[in-house]
């Protein structure tokens, strides 16, 4: 039996979003048997596995084009205009798992865009929620993931700044900052999901408590990069997995305390196999 002492982070695990995504994908499993989800339904590997057992199909765009008469998920990251006038055309059902928060931002975009003001976007490129944002914009809003990358850009004397929500806040503001500091007027929307971004100060109080951390995420993650990040910047014996079998006992020592913590998109009960496998390990 292993010595070691093993403890779950209480505030990892699914962000409201995605529980509400991942709710409504099982809830139609039990009842038809199978669902089509426009992308992963998460951005992690296990998860997406467990529900395509269940039934789910995952799909892309130039697939979608050939489905007809089907149900479709929208998972919580949402999707640009397109994408419901397509569900129109070939008479899809569309079940919109969108995040609330996402859709709020979509519609102040749209309001900013309709306004013809210069929208400008802090984000990952190619990010699925960042393509249902510059949907908003007919794709002329600019996006960019540093101030360095922006500064590129002639850019004109007011912007209309916007963040994807899962950004760092502190981020954002050093942005805004340098950007008036540069004497341009900055219309700043701060929209970013507080129960993503807080994640941060929280993680790096629950790394520093413990003899080594694992931080359990999809490797396709955004978000679960960053965080792990935090946490190996904190505590520097962070070990990154993405499943159980990837824990390595030469990691641990006799007494160690262990912290197990994971991004938002990383299920709990991921983690509870992380620590079951943890208190069987012989170190």
């Known amino acids: 039996m292993s010595s070691l002492h093993v403890t779950i982070d209480s505030n990892s695990g ?3 979003g995605v529980v509400y995504a991942i709710q409504m994908a099982e809830d139609l499993l039990d009842e038809q048997g199978y669902l089509y989800c426009l992308g992963d339904i998460v951005h992690n590997d296990v998860e997406v596995e467990r529900l395509q057992k269940r039934g789910l199909r995952i799909i892309n765009h130039d697939q979608l084009r050939e489905l007809n008469n089907e149900a479709v998920l929208i998972r919580a990251h949402g999707e640009p205009p397109e994408t419901y006038q397509l569900a129109l055309q ?4 569309l079940v919109d798992a969108s995040c609330p928060v996402v859709l709020k931002l979509q519609n ?3 309001t900013s865009y309709d306004k013809q003001d210069p929208i400008f976007i802090y984000g990952k490129h190619g990010h699925a929620e960042v393509l249902g944002l510059l949907g908003q914009t007919s794709n002329q809003a600019v996006v960019f993931e540093s101030i360095d990358e922006l500064l590129q850009h002639e850019l004109p004397p007011k912007i209309t700044l916007y963040s994807q929500t899962t950004k760092s806040t502190d981020s954002f503001y050093r942005i805004k900052s ?7 007027e900055v219309d700043a929307n701060d929209t970013i999901c507080r129960q993503v971004s ?3 100060k929280e993680l790096r109080k629950f790394a520093a408590m413990y003899d080594k951390v694992v931080f359990v995420s999809g490797t396709k993650s955004s978000n679960g990069k960053v965080l792990y990040q935090v946490c190996k910047d904190t505590n520097s014996n962070t070990y990154f997995i993405s499943k159980v079998d990837e ?3 030469e990691w641990f020592g006799t007494g160690d305390s262990v912290g197990i913590c994971g991004a938002t998109s990383t ?3 991921l983690m509870e196999e992380v620590k079951g496998a943890l208190q ?3 170190v």
């Not at 340098?178 to 341009?184: A, F, I, P, S």
């Open 267 to 269: 299920p709990m009960w």
């Open 247 to 249: 824990l390595q006992p």
């Open 108 to 110: 102040r975009i749209k």
């Open 280 to 282: 069987q390990m012989e």
């Open 178 to 184: 340098k950007l008036e500091q540069d004497g341009y």
């Open 90 to 93: 070939n008479n899809l059902t």
């Open 14 to 16: 699914f962000c409201f």
């Open 198 to 200: 807080n994640r941060d």
